[in-house]
Protein backbone atom coordinates (compact mmCIF):
# COMPACT_ATOMS: atom_id res chain seq x y z
CA UNK A 1 0.00 0.00 0.00
CA UNK A 2 1.03 3.50 -0.31
CA UNK A 3 -0.19 6.78 1.21
CA UNK A 4 0.50 10.09 -1.23
CA UNK A 5 0.47 13.79 0.58
CA UNK A 6 0.01 16.65 -1.89
CA UNK A 7 1.41 20.16 -1.49
CA UNK A 8 1.84 23.36 -3.43
CA UNK A 9 -1.70 24.25 -3.90
CA UNK A 10 -2.76 28.07 -4.07
CA UNK A 11 -4.22 30.99 -5.23
CA UNK A 12 -2.68 32.64 -8.65
CA UNK A 13 -3.43 34.95 -11.53
CA UNK A 14 -4.30 33.62 -14.76
CA UNK A 15 -0.87 33.67 -16.55
CA UNK A 16 1.16 32.28 -13.60
CA UNK A 17 2.54 29.35 -12.71
CA UNK A 18 2.33 26.44 -9.98
CA UNK A 19 4.29 23.69 -8.72
CA UNK A 20 2.10 20.75 -7.21
CA UNK A 21 4.34 18.19 -5.35
CA UNK A 22 3.64 14.77 -4.62
CA UNK A 23 5.38 12.40 -1.78
CA UNK A 24 4.30 9.08 -1.73
CA UNK A 25 5.21 6.88 1.45
CA UNK A 26 6.58 2.88 1.02
CA UNK A 27 9.99 1.25 -0.55
CA UNK A 28 7.71 0.37 -4.08
CA UNK A 29 7.03 3.68 -5.52
CA UNK A 30 9.09 2.83 -8.84
CA UNK A 31 6.56 -0.18 -9.58
CA UNK A 32 3.56 2.65 -9.76
CA UNK A 33 2.32 4.51 -12.82
CA UNK A 34 1.42 8.23 -11.08
CA UNK A 35 -1.15 10.18 -12.18
CA UNK A 36 -2.69 13.74 -11.53
CA UNK A 37 -6.20 13.87 -11.33
CA UNK A 38 -8.35 17.66 -11.10
CA UNK A 39 -12.02 17.96 -9.63
CA UNK A 40 -13.96 21.79 -10.69
CA UNK A 41 -16.77 22.29 -8.27
CA UNK A 42 -19.68 20.50 -9.53
CA UNK A 43 -18.12 18.61 -11.81
CA UNK A 44 -16.86 14.50 -12.24
CA UNK A 45 -13.06 14.11 -11.53
CA UNK A 46 -10.95 14.17 -14.76
CA UNK A 47 -7.30 13.01 -15.42
CA UNK A 48 -4.68 16.11 -16.29
CA UNK A 49 -1.34 14.09 -16.44
CA UNK A 50 0.20 10.80 -16.05
CA UNK A 51 4.17 8.99 -15.61
CA UNK A 52 5.35 6.07 -16.32
CA UNK A 53 6.72 4.06 -13.66
CA UNK A 54 10.65 4.73 -15.10
CA UNK A 55 9.52 8.45 -15.47
CA UNK A 56 10.23 7.98 -19.53
CA UNK A 57 6.72 7.91 -21.06
CA UNK A 58 3.81 10.56 -20.10
CA UNK A 59 0.34 11.40 -21.40
CA UNK A 60 -1.56 14.61 -20.96
CA UNK A 61 -5.22 15.72 -21.37
CA UNK A 62 -5.66 17.93 -24.27
CA UNK A 63 -6.81 20.44 -21.94
CA UNK A 64 -3.48 20.89 -20.22
CA UNK A 65 -1.07 19.59 -23.33
CA UNK A 66 1.84 22.11 -23.26
CA UNK A 67 1.15 23.90 -20.65
CA UNK A 68 1.15 21.51 -18.12
CA UNK A 69 4.69 18.87 -17.45
CA UNK A 70 4.61 15.90 -14.82
CA UNK A 71 7.89 14.29 -13.84
CA UNK A 72 9.01 11.75 -11.08
CA UNK A 73 11.85 11.51 -9.10
CA UNK A 74 11.89 7.22 -7.85
CA UNK A 75 14.91 8.06 -5.50
CA UNK A 76 12.92 10.51 -3.62
CA UNK A 77 9.50 9.02 -3.93
CA UNK A 78 7.86 11.96 -5.52
CA UNK A 79 6.06 13.55 -8.42
CA UNK A 80 5.51 16.65 -9.15
CA UNK A 81 3.09 18.76 -11.74
CA UNK A 82 4.34 21.82 -12.89
CA UNK A 83 1.60 23.82 -14.08
CA UNK A 84 2.17 26.96 -16.52
CA UNK A 85 -0.09 29.60 -18.41
CA UNK A 86 -2.65 28.87 -15.99
CA UNK A 87 -6.09 29.70 -17.07
CA UNK A 88 -9.15 29.94 -14.30
CA UNK A 89 -10.28 26.81 -15.93
CA UNK A 90 -7.75 25.36 -14.36
CA UNK A 91 -9.50 25.72 -11.02
CA UNK A 92 -10.22 22.45 -9.31
CA UNK A 93 -8.61 20.40 -6.28
CA UNK A 94 -5.85 18.53 -8.15
CA UNK A 95 -5.22 14.82 -6.88
CA UNK A 96 -2.40 13.00 -6.83
CA UNK A 97 -2.57 8.78 -7.88
CA UNK A 98 -1.36 6.00 -8.02
CA UNK A 99 -2.00 2.97 -10.16
CA UNK A 100 -0.21 -0.95 -10.14
CA UNK A 101 -0.89 -1.38 -13.33
CA UNK A 102 1.89 -1.73 -16.16
CA UNK A 103 1.11 0.95 -18.68
CA UNK A 104 -0.48 4.45 -18.02
CA UNK A 105 -4.26 4.94 -17.90
CA UNK A 106 -6.33 7.75 -17.40
CA UNK A 107 -9.48 6.49 -16.08
CA UNK A 108 -10.54 7.53 -12.29
CA UNK A 109 -11.06 3.44 -11.78
CA UNK A 110 -7.70 2.50 -12.66
CA UNK A 111 -6.39 4.23 -9.70
CA UNK A 112 -5.44 2.45 -6.37
CA UNK A 113 -4.22 4.71 -4.54
CA UNK A 114 -5.28 8.70 -3.43
CA UNK A 115 -3.94 11.84 -2.10
CA UNK A 116 -6.20 14.19 -0.39
CA UNK A 117 -6.28 16.62 -2.69
CA UNK A 118 -5.17 20.05 -2.93
CA UNK A 119 -6.39 23.22 -3.81
CA UNK A 120 -5.52 25.30 -7.35
CA UNK A 121 -7.27 28.51 -7.48
CA UNK A 122 -6.68 30.73 -10.53
CA UNK A 123 -8.39 34.13 -10.73
CA UNK A 124 -9.19 35.77 -13.77
Known amino acids: QVQLVESGGGLVQAGGSLRLSCAASGRTFGSYVMGWFRQAPGKEREFAAA????????DYADSVKGRFTISRDNAKNTVTLQMNSLKPEDTAVYYC?????????????????WGQGTQVTVSS
Open 51 to 58: ISRGGAGT
Open 97 to 113: AADRGAVIRTRVKDYDY
